[in-house]
């Protein structure tokens, strides 16, 4: 347990990160893996941003100006460039994932951009820490 000032938390409460807390845009494919992503960010102590169903990727990023863009490789958006230069613009770094694919295939598809990737399943102690490195960047 640990003490928050007003209350304790136990261990499954407690972010995994005590770092600042940086916005983090999730693009997904599929509904339940934009789901899944948002909560492990949440659980690594980040906040969550998600696109609007009437707005494009560039436009969410754009309106939330994430400090991080956590993009899934098998969405459309993630072949074409218009994502990537939303990001540079608003100073977002850009993480790419895949629920389908394996580690070896997202970070071939990520070295081509200069970008980091990871895999599903993940740890949550392994992708909060990708997470901090993506951020560092």
Known sequence: MRWTGRTFLSAAQVPVSDSSSSTILVIAKEPLIQTLMCSLVD??????????????VAAAIGRV??????????????????????????????????????????????????????????RLHEFSETLQTSLRA
Do not use: K
């Open 43 to 56: 659980l690594s102590g980040h906040r969550t941003a998600q696109p609007r169903s009437d707005e494009t």
């Open 65 to 122: 100006r994430p400090d991080l863009l956590l993009l899934d490789c098998e969405h459309d958006c993630a072949c074409e460039q218009e994502a990537y230069d939303a990001a540079a613009d608003v100073g977002a770094e850009v993480l790419l994932f895949t629920p389908a694919r394996t580690n070896a295939e997202v970070a071939d598809f990520a070295r081509e951009r200069g970008l980091r990737s990871m895999a599903l399943p993940i």
